[in-house]
């Protein structure tokens, strides 16, 4: 299984709390930019949609974003409702396989980088590429 798919199977794992009722976006993209976002630096909702959306070409390349980037409420109602423990058991699993992919070696981040080399740090995150930002 592929790096990519492996982060996709480990957070399918998260039970959707949604109706099936008006589900305009899949649960995985909505997790991984709220996930993502938020390793990158945002620090609220609407921070999440507007990295989302200036990363949005990036994101589509592993996300399917069917119709676009989940508004600030959609992501807040969904981070709101899903069982936490359940997330947190998922998160647990994925940096326990990209601690596997990397052999337990570190990986050092100068915080000051991060903001300037995010799409760099993405990768990172997503345990694409193993990468060293000073």
């Not at 070409?57 to 409420?73: A, K, Q, Y």
């Not at 709101?80 to 998160?91: A, G, K, R």
């Not at 992919?101 to 570190?106: A, H, K, M």
Request: charge should be negative; include cysteine; charged fraction near 20%.
């Amino acid at each position: 299984m592929d790096k990519q798919n492996k982060l996709v199977s480990i957070f399918n794992q998260v039970e959707d709390p949604r109706s099936h009722i008006n589900k305009l976006h899949n649960l995985i993209d909505i997790l991984l930019i709220g996930m993502i976002s938020v390793i990158c630096g945002a620090e609220t909702w609407k921070q999440m949609v507007g990295f989302a959306k200036s990363k949005e070409d990036f994101l589509r390349t592993f996300l399917e974003l069917p119709n676009g980037i989940p508004s600030e409420d959609t992501i807040n109602r969904l981070f709101t409702s899903i069982d936490s423990i359940q997330l947190e058991n998922c998160f647990i699993e994925w940096v326990s396989s990209i601690a596997d992919l990397s052999l337990g070696q570190i990986i050092a981040i100068d915080g000051k980088n991060i903001k300037a080399k995010n799409h760099l740090f993405i990768w990172l995150v997503l345990g694409l590429v193993k990468i060293t930002l000073y």
